[in-house]
């Protein structure tokens, strides 16, 4: 079996955080590890490392959020555990913080969201892998 192993350098020469990277790599690899365990209270690591591993994908952004996604689908490739928590992916993600919202919104707007809107309502109404929705 052959693998493709690209350096963490490419990944910072074509825009991608490499702190996000590290943390979902290093959540895989808790995961894998956790995997390579039998018996009960090993299961009970795989489905912590589960856990941690959709966080990880979660706060890596959107590309992670619908790699997870995908992957939830696959029951000929990954365990019950892992599928489950990753299904959570599907309808179970964070909203990003408002000012972090503000911002993006500051810079596509070029100027405060109070100046294009009447009305800006900082609790979103449904939050999604690729998008959030404010009233």
């Not at 991608?16 to 690591?45: I, M, N, Q, S, T």
């Amino acid at each position: 079996m052959t693998s493709v192993i690209m350096p963490i350098g490419v990944f910072r020469a074509r825009g991608a955080p490499r702190g996000r990277f590290l943390k979902v790599l290093a959540a895989v690899l808790r995961y894998l590890w956790a995997c390579r365990r039998d018996g009960h209270l090993e299961r009970e690591r795989r489905t912590r490392r589960a856990s941690e591993l959709r966080l990880a994908l979660q706060c890596g952004g959107v590309t992670f959020i619908k790699l997870g996604q995908a992957l939830s689908t696959r029951p000929d490739l990954f365990p019950a555990e892992l599928r489950t928590e990753l299904a959570r992916l599907q309808d179970d993600v964070r909203p990003a913080p408002w000012p972090h919202i503000r911002q993006v919104l500051s810079e596509e707007l070029n100027g405060s969201p109070e100046s294009a809107f009447t009305a800006i309502d900082e609790e979103p109404i449904a939050a999604a892998s690729v998008a959030q929705v404010y009233r």
